[in-house]
């Protein structure tokens, strides 16, 4: 069992920056991809991005693209997101992932079936 626990978010102004890290318990981190969803309410959950096993390809939501940045450390077994340029619809819950199993497609990044660990979620509230 892999535990994620989360930690940053809260409340910034619109064009702020905001930081999520989500660390793992299990030192297999490294063979495990990494993605951030987001939920806002009354929606359905949406990818906002991932990482490949080694951090070497990464995915991002057409909505995020350019503003929005993930970093692993698989030596800290952490993940980062780095939200800039901040949007009032950025707003939402995020959630890390973890699914400890080597992805065949990149079809597979994007869905939140294909992972089996999950944080606790935490709250960004950007402000207009």
């Known amino acids: 069992q892999v535990q994620l626990v989360q930690s940053g978010g809260g409340l910034v102004q619109a064009g702020g920056s905001l930081r999520l890290s989500c660390a793992a318990s299990?030192?297999?981190?490294?063979?495990?991809?990494m993605s951030w969803f987001r939920q806002a309410p009354g929606k359905e959950r949406e990818f906002v991005t991932a990482?490949?096993?080694?951090?070497?390809?990464?995915f991002y939501g057409e909505s995020v693209k350019g503003r929005f940045t993930i970093s692993r450390d698989n030596a800290k077994n952490t993940v980062s997101l780095q939200m800039n340029n901040l949007k009032p619809e950025d707003t939402a819950v995020y959630y890390c992932?973890?699914?400890?199993?080597?992805?065949?497609?990149?079809?597979?990044?994007?869905?939140?079936?294909?992972?089996?660990?999950w944080g606790q979620g935490t709250q960004v509230t950007v402000s207009s």
């Open positions: 299990r030192r297999t981190f490294s063979t495990y991809a």
């Open positions: 992932a973890g699914a400890g199993r080597y992805f065949a497609s990149d079809y597979e990044y994007y869905q939140t079936s294909e992972y089996e660990y």
């Open positions: 990482s490949s096993l080694t951090g070497s390809r990464t």
